[in-house]
């Protein structure tokens, strides 16, 4: 219930913050400097500020380097990363950095998005000298973000002049952004940019923003599961779903089966996109999630359970014809 009761807050904290205008004009300087990152390993007892970090005996800086990135109105122990963060830990094959950002994102909506490029240039700082001092290559770095922390997490590419391995944007904020705005995530931020959209046109976007855009259930409020709880959260529930079917997916990659569709078919929503309904010759059917193939470009659709374990897998079944 605890969860719930964050949702109900999150949902109510939304729809006043969007009604207030942005106060760009004042200094956020000292909020700006409490901006942290923080190792996380299971061989750890606590957590380690990023900067004076110092390796242990157990440490293989040869593994891939995950860095999480919160959202708004969240610190890095919120319920939206958290279970990224804890599949990662679970799994043990990574080095993972989290990143907390509390002291801008419990600032007022406008506020906190006007200063998603300050946010990103002190991560960035951050992560080139965790990376320069442990000998850590770009091409192991992958960076994730929920939300406002999606575009965080896009800036924070850009900052490496697009050369990060993956970044990852877990429905990306809506609110005050558009599709030429110069600091949301895109394309460029990375090598790979692979996007998950569950509550777009509301919290979360329906543009395409990377190279492989995937829409479970259309992408948009509400997702299964979520037709009560997004009424009660302001739509908290569905905006939440992308981080959620990510941290899955590290554990069991090849829960969510999505197959190449257009963004028309999937507005509708088509059977045609479901992975028994389609022509193998011409649709492309991969595993959204940790395990993407970096090679992979387009749009795509997937069915998901309206619980826990929310992916089906190959086992999502089209409505049988009448």
Not at 118 to 142: D, K, T, W, Y
Not at 221 to 249: K, N, W, Y
Not at 287 to 303: I, Q, W
Request: proline fraction near 6%; charge should be negative.
């Amino acid at each position: 219930m605890d969860f719930v009761s964050r949702l109900v807050r999150y949902g109510f904290v939304v729809l006043f913050a969007l009604a207030i205008e942005s106060s760009a004009d004042l200094n956020y300087d000292k909020e700006l400097q409490e901006v942290k990152m923080y190792f996380v390993s299971p061989a750890l007892q606590d957590e380690m500020e990023a900067e004076s970090f110092v390796p242990y005996q157990e440490f293989d800086v040869r593994k891939e380097l995950k860095v999480l990135i919160h959202g708004w109105i969240s610190d890095r122990t919120n319920n939206s990363i958290t279970p990224v963060r804890t599949a990662y830990l679970a799994q043990d094959a990574h080095n993972l950095l989290v990143v907390d950002w509390s002291t801008i994102s419990f600032l007022s909506y406008g506020t906190a998005r006007d200063l998603v490029l300050p946010v990103a240039n002190i991560v960035g700082n951050s992560l080139a000298n965790f990376i320069q001092r442990l000998g850590i290559e770009l091409s192991q770095v992958h960076v994730i973000g929920h939300s406002l922390g999606a575009h965080i997490a896009g800036n924070v590419g850009r900052h490496f002049g697009g050369q990060l391995r993956r970044v990852t944007a877990l429905d990306p904020a809506k609110p005050k952004f558009k599709p030429e705005s110069n600091d949301a995530v895109g394309p460029d931020v990375a090598q790979f940019v692979d996007v998950i959209h569950t509550d777009g046109l509301t919290l979360g976007e329906d543009i395409v923003r990377g190279h492989v855009d995937f829409f479970p259930n259309g992408g948009i409020a509400p997702q299964p599961g979520c037709e009560v709880l997004d009424i009660i959260t302001l739509h908290g529930c569905s905006h939440f779903r992308a981080p959620a079917f990510f941290a899955e997916s590290i554990q069991l990659p090849n829960n969510f089966i999505a197959c190449a569709c257009s963004r028309e078919e999937i507005y509708r929503k088509d059977e045609i996109c479901l992975p028994d309904a389609r022509e193998t010759s011409l649709r492309e059917c991969v595993a959204m999630g940790e395990s993407l193939d970096p090679g992979v470009r387009g749009t795509f659709y997937v069915h998901t359970a309206s619980a826990p374990p929310y992916g089906l897998g190959y086992n999502t079944k089209s409505e049988p014809s009448i």
